[in-house]
């Protein structure tokens, strides 16, 4: 029996927390350089526990196919983030950045089936509508 998409998520998550620790720094660090506009946006958040949040979230969301919270949550996230000025494609691609750093820092223990899985858990994510 094969390994499930959450299964392949998960074991991917662990390998970047093996091989790099937490994600958080290098995730921000890219959102900030493709989207400089969102980095004034975090300067209350000190403690990096609002992007702690956001990233758990992300995670939250990858990892649950069911998805009636998830897509609940992502509908009500959207226009919360419309309103600090985000629109739904800067929203989407956040998922994609996220994908992208975890990659890189996963290095030889990503696989194109761990590859697979994210793109066809963020694909649909980020179908869900508001």
Do not use: K
Not at 46 to 62: H, N, P, W, Y
Not at 114 to 120: C, F, H, L, Q, R
Request: overall charge negative; glycine content about 6%; proline content about 5%.
């Amino acid at each position: 029996m094969g390994e499930t998409t959450m299964d392949l998520i998960a074991n991917s998550l662990d390998a970047v927390v093996a091989r790099a620790g937490d994600p958080a720094t290098p995730i921000y660090a890219r959102l900030f350089a493709e989207f400089p506009e969102t980095e004034p946006r975090f300067i209350r958040d000190v403690s990096g526990a609002i992007r702690a949040e956001m990233l758990t979230m992300v995670f939250d969301c990858l990892m649950h196919a069911d998805g009636g919270y998830q897509n609940n949550l992502i509908r009500a996230e959207r226009v919360n983030h419309d309103g600090f000025g985000t629109d739904n494609p800067t929203f989407d691609r956040f998922f994609w950045i996220v994908r992208d750093v975890c990659r890189e820092l996963a290095g030889p223990d990503w696989s194109a089936d761990i590859d697979a899985a994210w793109t066809a858990r963020i694909d649909q994510v980020t179908a869900t509508t508001v």
